[in-house]
């Protein structure tokens, strides 16, 4: 960021820091460099900041939306804190359709920017749906779809919408090559959406063909959904491979992205490498970005990998997950 003035958040997204993490690298001994993008220095906290503010001027330039107007997406994570900014700062307002079970901080965070909260029973034929055959998202989508033509609202959908990896591709990807000066040999990065993955993904494999996009997941066991509900997950992101069809990613389809590999992590072991972080490198890491970390070590413990640089994304910070295990001792 350079010292100059700034007269909106919207010029502060991206251009985040790119930092190695020598305390961690010299406490386990690796030979690799792991080099982290640091996304909570974006305004409302999160690589989401990116999309949120892409996917919004996209709309504004192909005219689908007016100041003034409401804009729904089905999130309640950090591209709903991030649109609800976003919203804000450029004359929009947020709507927000709650994913059940959200967090007490993310909550609070959103009706701080004044969202409108939906949960769904309020969209017309959800609840239907859900008790008759379980959340089917094609045809989840095609309802929150309905509900917003009907409500003159602009359904922005970060699952579908292009200008979510462009952010990647114009934005973090040649960010980390210059950071770099063209000086890495793997990318890692979980995904919500895949729209990291895969503009970055895409980005790096063209400037160096021979660079490998290592994905990461959380484990089965470490799956809201997997048969050991009791057990830590890791939040914001989702398993895409060995699982069914309809997880994978849109985007990693639409621009033909392969992962050179997925890692499962588990998230125990995430949460340790948080821990980790805060001695060795003074980093306090939300979930997924302690897990970004423990799969770039994964990398850097293998032989092949000694002398190469790993990139991680870290996608947000640990303040939105003081209420959930990673650094407390009492739960
Ligand atoms: C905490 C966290 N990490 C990682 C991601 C991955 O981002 P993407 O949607 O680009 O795959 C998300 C997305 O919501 C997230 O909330």
Not at 148 to 156: L, P, Q, R, V, W
């Amino acid at each position: 960021m350079e010292d100059r003035l700034y007269s909106s958040i919207g010029e502060l997204v991206g251009h985040t820091p790119l930092v190695e993490l020598t305390g961690f690298e010299k406490e386990h001994g690796l030979t690799a460099r792991i080099l982290a993008k640091l996304e909570y220095f974006e305004p409302s906290g999160s690589v989401k900041d990116r999309a949120a503010f892409w996917m919004i001027r996209a709309a504004e330039r192909e005219g689908k939306i007016r100041k003034g107007d409401v804009i729904l997406d089905f999130t309640s994570g950090n591209t709903g804190i991030a649109l609800a900014a976003y919203c804000n700062a450029l004359g929009y307002r947020f709507a927000a359709v709650l994913q059940p079970g959200v967090s007490k901080e993310r909550t609070q965070i959103l009706k701080a920017y004044g969202s409108i909260f939906l949960e769904f029973k309020d969209i017309p034929g959800v609840s239907e749906m859900i008790r008759s055959e379980g959340l089917n998202f094609g045809k989840f989508y095609v309802l929150l779809q309905k509900y917003a033509d009907e409500h003159g609202y602009f359904f922005i959908n970060q699952g579908t919408n292009q200008a979510n990896v462009q952010a990647h591709y114009f934005g973090t990807g040649p960010e980390i090559w210059a950071a770099t000066e063209g000086h890495v040999d793997f990318f890692t990065a979980l995904a919500g959406t895949g729209g990291t993955i895969a503009g970055c993904g895409k980005f790096l494999k063209e400037k160096n063909p021979d660079l490998k996009v290592i994905g990461a997941q959380p484990s089965p066991t470490s799956r809201k959904d997997s048969a050991y509900p009791e057990r830590d997950t890791i939040d914001g992101v989702t398993a895409f491979e060995g699982v069914d069809e309809d997880a994978v990613p849109h985007f990693f389809e639409e621009f033909q992205i392969h992962c050179d590999e997925v890692l499962d992590l588990d998230a125990d072991e995430a949460y340790e490498t948080g821990r980790d972080l805060v001695r060795s490198d003074g980093l306090f890491l939300g979930q997924s970005a302690a897990a970004a970390v423990l799969a770039a070590r994964k990398i850097a413990e293998r032989p092949e990998a000694s002398g190469k640089t790993i990139v991680c994304v870290c996608a947000d910070n640990a303040f939105k997950y003081l209420s959930t295990g990673i650094y407390r001792e009492d739960v």
